[in-house]
């Protein structure tokens, strides 16, 4: 490929953000050195770092980077001991994280997850359910479900159910779920071109013995299957999903689901590998010119209990910008490259204290910035 620049808003974020987010810039930069490619990298507040340095959780300075971006490189947001300071829609992960989805239209989560044969030790299965390893790939409606329809409101109403008692008020919280078809359709179709890729089979997730959306969910993902004939296609209930990716994870290719359900499901693959310190996680929009819009993060949450201390693992992020390249540049080679480097370093035995193991001879237990170091070298 040519000389190709990207653009790159890097959103450090709260607790250990900042650290990860250096080793993954860190790497950028090595690659930047190694290939035939520009990385125009600004660096922008998020989350209760924003707050405290400009008053809210998304800045307008901020979106206007994002906005000239090509991609979005997020560390992590939240800190739920500072939760009480502001009300629950200015709060980062509202505020910050949702409305970045929002504003760029950003419809499809990508959460790959796999097992390292040198870490095999550190999923909580026994070996014969890992069989050759977990290679399975998440793909999350990511725009409606749950988490986005409304209304959403905590109110008080008359109870007059309770026994023995005259009616009185109670407290009720609600939440909507609701989906289109059109929603289901555009991501069954991503669903179904990732699998093609793959090993050619969809297990779709829902709740359709109970759920209006999982009714919709279920006719659309069928109709859509029609049209990948050679991807084959299975409905499964989220609880018998949830039983399954324990018993038999190796069964799975590609896992689709609606927001909240195919998070959930999503974490649990990912326990299952040992660390969520080891996998991103890809938010992704509209494709033009061989060009996706995403926004790039690790799979796990801001860790204040060991932020500062050099002990966060920065594989998630690197594997995020590796997807970052991959998805958003049309450069499969270069992140192949960000990859195979993490691989190597793993095999040497480098490890953070997440994914050490006493037992391992070959062991080498180093830091957040040790790692992003070794990683660097290994490009």
């Known amino acids: 490929m040519g000389k190709t620049t990207l653009k790159i808003a890097a959103l450090a974020g709260d607790g250990i953000g ?8 860190k790497v950028l930069r090595a690659v930047e050195k190694k290939h035939a490619l520009k990385l125009d990298i600004t660096e922008a507040s998020v989350g209760w770092d924003a707050v405290d340095k400009e008053g809210k959780a998304l800045p307008d300075s901020t979106l206007a980077v994002c906005k000239k971006s090509d991609a979005i490189l997020l560390g992590a947001v939240g800190l739920h001991y500072r939760d009480a300071e502001l009300p629950k829609e200015k709060r980062p992960e509202r505020a910050a994280y949702l409305r970045l989805r929002r504003e760029f239209g950003l419809f ?28 399975l790939l998440v793909v999350r409606e990511s725009t409606g479900g749950l988490y986005h329809a409304y209304p959403k409101k905590t109110e008080e109403v008359l109870d007059a159910r309770r026994q023995g008692a005259k009616p009185g008020k109670v407290v009720r919280a609600i939440d909507t779920m609701a989906i289109t078809g ?61 039983m399954q990716l324990v018993l038999r994870p190796t069964q799975f290719d590609v896992i689709l689901g609606e927001n909240t359900f195919a998070e959930i499901l999503g974490d649990e693959a990912a326990a299952l590998v ?91 237990q180093v830091g957040t910035s040790e790692m992003g170091d070794a990683i660097a070298a290994a490009i």
């Open 18 to 25: 900042p650290e990860i987010m250096r080793e993954a810039i």
């Open 108 to 135: 499809a989560n990508f959460r790959p997850i796999r097992t390292h044969p040198a870490l095999a030790f550190a999923s909580p299965l026994r070996s014969e359910r890992l069989g050759e390893g977990i290679d």
């Open 274 to 364: 040992g660390s969520l310190g080891m996998l991103p996680s890809a938010t992704l929009g509209a494709t033009q010119q061989g060009r996706t819009f995403g926004l790039y993060e690790p799979a796990g949450g801001t860790a204040p209990d060991i932020a500062g201390k050099n002990l966060a693992n920065p594989i998630a992020l690197i594997r995020a910008a590796a997807l970052m390249l991959r998805f958003g540049l049309g450069a499969p080679e270069i992140a192949k490259a960000i990859e195979s480097a993490i691989d190597k370093v793993i095999t040497e035995g480098y490890r953070t204290k997440d994914i050490a193991s006493a037992h391992d001879v070959k062991e080498r």
């Open 182 to 242: 059109s929603d289901v359709e555009r991501i069954a179709h991503m669903a179904f071109r990732a699998a093609w890729l793959r090993r050619k089979k969809v297990t779709s997730i829902d709740k359709a013995n109970i759920l209006e959306t999982s009714i919709l969910w279920r006719d659309v993902v069928t109709d859509v299957s029609r049209q990948y004939p050679d991807v084959v296609l299975e409905h499964m209930l989220v609880d018998t999903a949830a």
